[in-house]
């Protein structure tokens, strides 16, 4: 069974960290350009970094450029996100996801089922 589980999220105060993983059994994650997305309540899905398959080329959304950091474990076929200075607008459940296409691909196959993020003091 293809599948993609997310971990590692949790409450954590402004400025702290957090390191999201997504981990893939049934396929080989090298071979597949993966996001990261997050949704708040009452808001839309927004995509907030991507990793390339081949040249691991990265992608960030404006308003996590410079504070979060996506990287791939091809030996532990695992894709991270460390997200750094955490802010309360950041709250969100944090989904990942896969296409065997561009980064830009406006479907991904496979999708996890979300961890929860929650920035607050």
């Known amino acids: 069974q293809l599948q993609l589980v997310e971990s590692g999220g949790g409450l954590v105060q402004p400025g702290g960290s957090l390191r999201l993983s997504c981990a893939a059994s049934?396929?080989?994650?090298?071979?597949?350009?993966i996001g990261w997305f997050r949704q708040a309540p009452g808001k839309e899905r927004e995509g907030v970094s991507c990793?390339?398959?081949?040249?691991?080329?990265?992608y960030y959304a404006d308003s996590v450029k410079g504070r979060f950091t996506i990287s791939r474990d091809n030996a532990k076929n695992t894709v991270y996100l460390q997200m750094n200075s955490l802010k309360p607008e950041d709250t969100a459940v944090y989904y990942c996801?896969?296409?065997?296409?561009?980064?830009?691909?406006?479907?991904?196959?496979?999708w996890g089922q979300g961890t929860q993020v929650t920035v607050s003091s």
């Open positions: 996801a896969a296409t065997d296409y561009y980064c830009s691909a406006e479907v991904y196959d496979y």
């Open positions: 049934g396929f080989t994650l090298d071979y597949y350009a």
């Open positions: 990793i390339s398959s081949g040249d691991d080329s990265t």
